[in-house]
């Protein structure tokens, strides 16, 4: 399928081929998201369990193109959650992470760029699950049962949109980068 961008010698599963064809037929559907979706392509989509039974669907965006997707994220958005059944569904930037002994070719020296360290990439992928909310304080704690608790604080835009998927946001983060999270609104 032409909306799936896989490495040379990779073949998408059957579940990355059906979020494909429901965005395809969204697409047919919907004369205003016609346009924008012809560009639109996913690197990969994965099914996430989050409170018992429930799952949620992480889609995996192409980091090029993820700028001009975030126009019509929302719409698509809601759409695939009505196609799915109400199953959360999230959209994530493809990013890559570089070792901490990355070196550059000679000819063009230099260090390893900080959007492409472990944390910077962490913290996009929170303002990346938010959205459309955004993220306004960020606070660590450390327990003692749970350890370190990232406390993730966002601010009133898009709250409605975002507030009934709270638990389901703090599990997927935690599967993608093995970190516990919580979000809350600030007041």
Do not use: W
Request: glycine letters at 6%.
């Amino acid at each position: 399928m032409e909306m799936i961008v896989k490495p040379e010698g990779t073949k998408a599963d059957d579940f990355e081929i059906a979020v494909a064809n429901e965005i395809a037929e969204i697409a047919k559907k919907t004369k205003d998201l016609a346009q924008p979706l012809k560009s639109f392509k996913m690197a990969a989509a994965k099914e996430v369990s989050v409170a018992g039974d429930k799952k949620a669907i992480v889609v995996f965006v192409p980091y090029k193109l993820f700028k001009n997707f975030r126009l019509i994220q929302s719409r698509l958005t809601a759409e695939l959650e009505k196609k799915f059944e109400g199953r959360p569904v999230v959209f994530v930037a493809q990013r890559t992470v570089l070792t901490k002994d990355y070196k550059r070719s000679h000819k063009f020296g230099g260090v390893r760029p900080h959007n492409h360290t472990v944390s910077a990439v962490q913290d996009a992928i929170i303002d990346d699950l938010v959205y459309p909310c955004e993220c306004v304080g960020k606070h660590t704690s450390i327990n003692g049962r749970s350890g370190k608790v990232i406390r993730v604080f966002l601010g009133p835009q898009g709250q409605q949109e975002v507030e009934n998927k709270l638990d389901a946001l703090s599990t997927i983060y935690k599967k993608l980068t093995n970190k516990n999270i919580t979000f809350e609104f600030k007041n």
